[in-house]
């Protein structure tokens, strides 16, 4: 079992930058590969990062990448997303997801989801 929490959400403006957290707890976080999606209302969640059990890998989807940035520390076993240059499309709420396997794009390839948290940006 892997328990997950985001924090650092909140209300910001476009242009701006929020860092994301997600604390977990449980099995060993160091051997799980991880990732952020996000869930904007009436649309389906969508892959934003993801990054290898090491920290060695990590992926983006194009509409973030330059932009944020994944990041992990295995011995606070706390994965990071920092957001720069935020635009009001990035307004969603943001979810952080734990793979025992091979994380991917695809939600399904992750077995443990986070609450998520709020982000909103104002034009």
């Known amino acids: 079992q892997v328990q997950l929490v985001e924090s650092g959400g909140g209300l910001v403006q476009a242009g701006g930058s929020l860092r994301l957290s997600c604390a977990a707890s449980?099995?060993?976080?160091?051997?799980?590969?991880m990732g952020w999606f996000r869930q904007a209302p009436g649309k389906e969640r969508e892959f934003v990062a993801r990054i290898s059990w090491s920290g060695g890998s990590t992926y983006y989807a194009d509409s973030v990448k330059g932009r944020f940035t994944i990041s992990r520390d295995n011995a606070k076993k706390t994965v990071y997303l920092q957001m720069n240059s935020l635009k009001p499309e990035d307004t969603a709420v943001y979810y952080c997801?734990?793979?025992?396997?091979?994380?991917?794009?695809?939600?399904?390839?992750?077995?443990?989801w986070g609450q998520g948290t709020q982000v909103t940006v104002s034009s």
């Open positions: 997801a734990a793979s025992l396997g091979i994380a991917t794009v695809n939600p399904g390839t992750y077995e443990y």
């Open positions: 449980g099995r060993a976080f160091s051997n799980t590969a």
